[in-house]
C-alpha cells in the first residue's frame, strides 16, 4: 500500500467532546506528548447538547446538600446497578472540577450573594446542577477547549479512526483512520490510547443526538477485545421536539421542567401525577397545589412528578399516547408560558425559545411544546476500572458516553456533564501513568494496517451495490420499531434476524465517486460500528428479561432481583462471534448500604 501520514504520541485521545479535552488537558498537564482526534471539528462536540447543567453537591442552593445524599440519587436512579465506587468518586468529586472550570474560565448563573447558581434537575433530591442558562455544555466546551489551547495539546480535525491496533503483546500500539475532507490515510502510535468517542443514538430514527453518534468508540473497542457491559440500557430522554418531522427527537432540555414546565395530555390534564413509583412517593408531590407551592418557593422539597427521572417520565408519556390521549403528531404536551412570565422564559430558557420559535414556528412564552421520547444517552459502555478508566485491554482507557458503569440502568439528568469532567480527569492521569511506565516503541503493523484500509475502500470499488443511505435507514427504521423504549421478546428475536441480513448487505454497499469529500463513502464506514453496537444493544435486551431504568420489557414488566445483581458483559473474539455474560455486581461497602437504609432527609 502506498505510504500514508503517520504520527507518534505519548497519549491519543479520540473524541474531543468533554470527556476527550478533560483527559487529553490532564495528559498534557502531566508532561505527555497528547494529540485530540476528532471526527468533526473542534469544539462540534454532542457535550453542547447537555444544556440544563453540570450536577455537583456544592449546596449553594440547599446546604443540607452533599456527596452522600448525590450517590444515593444517583444510585437510586440507576436502580442499583451502577458501579457503586464511580458513582462514589464522581458524587465526592464533582464539586471540585464545578469549580476548577470556574477558575478557567467558566461563567455560571449566580445566586444572589454571588455563588454558582443550582437548579433542580429530574431524580436530585436537591437542586443541584451548576449551569449557564440553558447553554451549560457550551459553556463548558468552551472553557475546556480555550484550556486545551494554551497547553499547546495536537488537535487533529475532521479525522474519522476506523479500527484499533494492538502489538504482539496484546497492548493497544496504533489507531488507523482517514481524513474525511480528502480521504487520505493516517495512523496514530502511542503508549496509551483514551476514547471519548460519545454515544450510539444515530442507529435509532428518532434522536437527540448528532451525525457523529454513530458507537464509534463502542465498537472499536470490542473489536480490540474489551469487555462492553449493560448494552442494553439506551436512554429516552422524555422530551424531544416532535413536530415538525424534520425536527423530530431534537433534545428540549430537561431544564423546562426544572424551572416550571408541566406535562399535559390532550384532555389538559397534568397526568405525571398519575404515575409516581412507590420508590420516589416519599419524595414526589401528592397533588399539584403542593407541587406548585414545591415550585414557586421550596418551602418544602417534595418534588413535582415532572422531575421524576428520565425513564420514568419517558414511559409515562409513551402510555398517554397509546392510551389515545396524545397530541395529533404524537407526543405530549409541555407547558410552561402558563408558569412563568415572558421575560422570565426568555431570560432563563434562550435556547430553547429560539429554537422552536426558528425550528417549529412556536412562541414557548405563549404556546406549549409538543413533546415525546427520543433516543438520547447510552448507559452502557466499555468496562472501565472505577479509579483509572483503564479497559480490559492494556493501553486502552474510556471516559464519557463510550464507558459503562457509572450511571447503572438510567441516567440522572446532570451527571453526564460532571461524569465527564470527573472521569476525562482520571483517565487522562492514568493514560498519562501508563504512558509514563511503557518501554519500548508502539508500532502499526503494516499487514493489519493493510487490511483496514482495504475494507474501509471496498465500497468505492464496488459497482451496482446498495446505497449506504438506504442500508442506514433501514437500520433506523428497525431499530426505532424493534429495539426502542417498549421491547419484547419476539420483537427482539425478530431484530436480531435482521441484523444478520443488515450484516450481509452490508458486505454489498457500494458508493459511487472517490474518496474526497464523500459522505456517501463516511457513512458507508460508520455502518459497520453501528450494526456491532446494534446488536449488542438488541442481545442485552433479549437476554435482560426484566423491566429496569431505561431497558422495560412488556413481557417481563417488572424487576427481576436476581438480574439486578449482574452485569451483562458482551464480547467479540478473534472469530467475530459475540458472547454475553452475566456477572456479578461489585460488592458495596457496608456504610454506603447504610445510606439506603436512611429515611430521607
Not at 38 to 63: D, F, I, Q, R, Y
Not at 166 to 195: N, Q
Not at 443 to 453: C, F, G, H, K
Not at 468 to 494: A, C, D, F, K, W
Request: proline share 5%; net charge negative; charged share 25%.
Amino acid at each position: 500500500m502506498p505510504d500514508r501520514e503517520r504520527h507518534d504520541y505519548d497519549v491519543v485521545v479520540i473524541g474531543a467532546g468533554g470527556a476527550g479535552l478533560r483527559a487529553a488537558i490532564e495528559a498534557r498537564e502531566l508532561g505527555q506528548r497528547t494529540a485530540l482526534v476528532c471526527k468533526s471539528l473542534l469544539g462540534k462536540a454532542h457535550t453542547v447538547m447537555a444544556e440544563g447543567g453540570a450536577a455537583a453537591a456544592m449546596g449553594n442552593v440547599w446546604p443540607e446538600d452533599n456527596w452522600k445524599v448525590h450517590f444515593r440519587d444517583t444510585m437510586r436512579g440507576g436502580k442499583m446497578l451502577n458501579n457503586w465506587r464511580m458513582a462514589q468518586l464522581h458524587a465526592q468529586e464533582a464539586p471540585d472540577r464545578i469549580y476548577e472550570l470556574e477558575r478557567w474560565g467558566a461563567l455560571f448563573d449566580r445566586t444572589k450573594d454571588g455563588r454558582i447558581l443550582q437548579r433542580d434537575f429530574g431524580g436530585h433530591r436537591y437542586a443541584r446542577l451548576a449551569h449557564v442558562g440553558d447553554r451549560t455544555g457550551l459553556e463548558l466546551i468552551r472553557t475546556l477547549q480555550q484550556r486545551a489551547v494554551t497547553l499547546d495539546i495536537d488537535v487533529f480535525m475532521e479525522c474519522k479512526i476506523l479500527r484499533l491496533l494492538k502489538d504482539s503483546e496484546g497492548t493497544v500500539s496504533a489507531a488507523v483512520g482517514y481524513w474525511r475532507p480528502t480521504g487520505e490515510i493516517v495512523s496514530f502510535t502511542a503508549k496509551a490510547f483514551v476514547l471519548a468517542t460519545g454515544s450510539i443514538g444515530k442507529s435509532w430514527l428518532y434522536t437527540s443526538n448528532s451525525w457523529e453518534s454513530t458507537g464509534d468508540g463502542h465498537a472499536m473497542a470490542a473489536w480490540a477485545g474489551a469487555d462492553l457491559i449493560d448494552m442494553e440500557f439506551v436512554q429516552f430522554h422524555p422530551t424531544g421536539m416532535v413536530w415538525p418531522l424534520s425536527v423530530r427527537g431534537i433534545l428540549v432540555t430537561e431544564g423546562v421542567r426544572g424551572d416550571g414546565g408541566v406535562l399535559r395530555n390532550t384532555e389538559g390534564k397534568r397526568f405525571m401525577f398519575d404515575y409516581i413509583p412507590p420508590m420516589f412517593a416519599a419524595e414526589t408531590a401528592d397533588t399539584e397545589e403542593e407541587a406548585d407551592r414545591w415550585y414557586d418557593d421550596h418551602i418544602n422539597n417534595r418534588r413535582p412528578p415532572e422531575l421524576l427521572p428520565r425513564d420514568e417520565v419517558a414511559r409515562s408519556i409513551n402510555s398517554e399516547v397509546k392510551g389515545g390521549r396524545g397530541t395529533p403528531h404524537g407526543g405530549v404536551f409541555l407547558d410552561i408560558a402558563t408558569r412563568r412570565s415572558a421575560d422570565e422564559i426568555r431570560r432563563r430558557l434562550p435556547s430553547m425559545y429560539h429554537q422552536f420559535m426558528e425550528l417549529a414556528g412556536v412562541d414557548i412564552t405563549a404556546q406549549p411544546m409538543e413533546v415525546g421520547p427520543t433516543c438520547h444517552y447510552m448507559m452502557g459502555g466499555v468496562r472501565v476500572d472505577a479509579e483509572t478508566e483503564r479497559s480490559t485491554v492494556p493501553g486502552l482507557f474510556a471516559a464519557g458516553e463510550v464507558a459503562g458503569g457509572m450511571h447503572g440502568a438510567n441516567r440522572l439528568g446532570g451527571n453526564s456533564l460532571s461524569d465527564l469532567l470527573v472521569f476525562g480527569r482520571r483517565a487522562g492521569m492514568a493514560a498519562a501513568e501508563f504512558a509514563q511506565g511503557r518501554t519500548g516503541t508502539p508500532t502499526a503493523d503494516e499487514t493489519e494496517v493493510a487490511a483496514v484500509v482495504a475494507e474501509a475502500e471496498a465500497p468505492l470499488g464496488r459497482t451496482g451495490g446498495e446505497s449506504p443511505y438506504e442500508l442506514h435507514h433501514s437500520l433506523q427504521q428497525m431499530m426505532q420499531e424493534l429495539v426502542g423504549i417498549i421491547r419484547t421478546e419476539s420483537e427482539l428475536r425478530r431484530a436480531l434476524d435482521e441484523l444478520d441480513t443488515l450484516n450481509e448487505r452490508v458486505e454489498k454497499v457500494s458508493v459511487s465517486g472517490g474518496r474526497v469529500y464523500n459522505p456517501g463513502w463516511n457513512l458507508a464506514t460508520d455502518l459497520p460500528a453501528m450494526l456491532t453496537v446494534s446488536r449488542m444493544v438488541a442481545k442485552g435486551a433479549l437476554d435482560r428479561r426484566e423491566s429496569r431504568g431505561g431497558h422495560t420489557r412488556e413481557d417481563f414488566p417488572g424487576p427481576d432481583p436476581e438480574l439486578g445483581n449482574v452485569n451483562l458483559v458482551q464480547r467479540v473474539d478473534d472469530s467475530g462471534q459475540y458472547t454475553l455474560t452475566p456477572e456479578p455486581l461489585p460488592e458495596m461497602p457496608a456504610e454506603l448500604k447504610e445510606l439506603f437504609e436512611e429515611k430521607p432527609h
